[in-house]
């Protein structure tokens, strides 16, 4: 195998992460979610020559995947259903571990039903960036960054709230 094919494969296993949460965030059926998983792993290696390691390979992984997601939506003409909020294949047994993925269910099914904008802001959120780094990711004011997180949040909770799980 090539060099710049293992270097690839390896930044992509490190980094995969991110592609099913944003997989997770854009498409709400497992199937639809793989097809777009394999999708941006596509769009990712037909632009890993454009990566110019200016930023680091987990930021720029983020916007190929951001944009192969929109772009997939358009193409597929997909729309996101009303969701029944129902845990699949869950165990009694498992406790907490039950409750847990049955929050983060809810809360992926929630993210869907935000704007574009706003999941991307949510997932910069998730990964732990600062609003600065936020605000240079999305070509924004680091203030215009913070405004736009409050506003996604709030209308997260109200989703969320609205479909009965309550906070």
Not at 12 to 21: T, V
Not at 41 to 66: G, H, P
Not at 104 to 124: S, W
Not at 125 to 131: A, I, P, R, V, Y
Request: glycine share 4%.
């Amino acid at each position: 195998m090539k060099e710049k094919e293992q270097t690839f494969l390896n930044l992509i296993e490190n980094h995969k992460g991110i592609m099913y949460k944003i997989s997770k965030m854009y498409m709400d059926k497992p199937d639809d979610q793989q097809d777009l998983f394999q999708e941006i792993v596509c769009q990712l290696w037909k632009s890993y020559d454009t990566f110019r390691n200016e930023s680091q390979f987990s930021t720029w992984m983020y916007r190929v995947a951001v944009n192969t997601a929109i772009v997939f939506l358009k193409k597929e003409k997909r729309k996101v259903d009303k969701y029944e909020i129902v845990s699949e294949n869950i165990k009694d047994d498992e406790g907490d571990a039950h409750i847990k993925e049955s929050q983060l269910d809810h809360f992926y099914k929630a993210v869907q039903k935000l704007e574009k904008i706003d999941k991307a802001i949510i997932f910069y959120q998730l990964e732990g960036f600062s609003h600065k780094e936020i605000s240079q990711n999305m070509g924004i004011s680091e203030g215009n960054a913070r405004v736009k997180l409050n506003r996604a949040k709030e209308k997260l909770k109200e989703i969320i709230k609205n479909q009965g799980y309550g906070l």
